[in-house]
């Protein structure tokens, strides 16, 4: 099973993991891991939802980790993206259920 690490504990970064456990393969193909953010702190007022893991630049890949970005802005989320695929990371496409 594959795990997936959520770049981004924003609004956005919370918006995707309630719609990734809509998605096809939601807990036989993934599981959501957690987020990574550079504000460890992002999620301090929010229940119900995984743990930040980790700051950005600090977090080790494991070997079935997957990544969905969620950061908005265009040319911060192609830097942090272009880091991680050059630490080896893999991004995973989510399709809804609804989208059938």
């Known amino acids: 099973m594959k795990h997936l690490v959520i770049i981004g504990a924003g609004g956005m970064g919370r918006s995707i993991y309630c719609i990734a456990k809509g998605c096809i393969g939601y807990n036989t193909d993934f599981d959501i891991k957690g987020f990574i953010d550079d504000d460890i702190s992002s999620l301090d007022s929010f229940n119900n939802y995984p743990p930040v ?48």
Request: glycine residues 4%.
């Open 53 to 100: 893991l980790s700051s950005i630049k600090d977090y080790k890949i494991k070997e079935d980790d997957v990544f969905t970005c969620s950061i908005g802005d265009v040319e911060t989320k192609i830097n942090i993206c272009r880091q991680l695929i050059n630490r080896g990371a893999t991004f995973y496409t989510l399709i809804h259920k609804n989208s059938l």
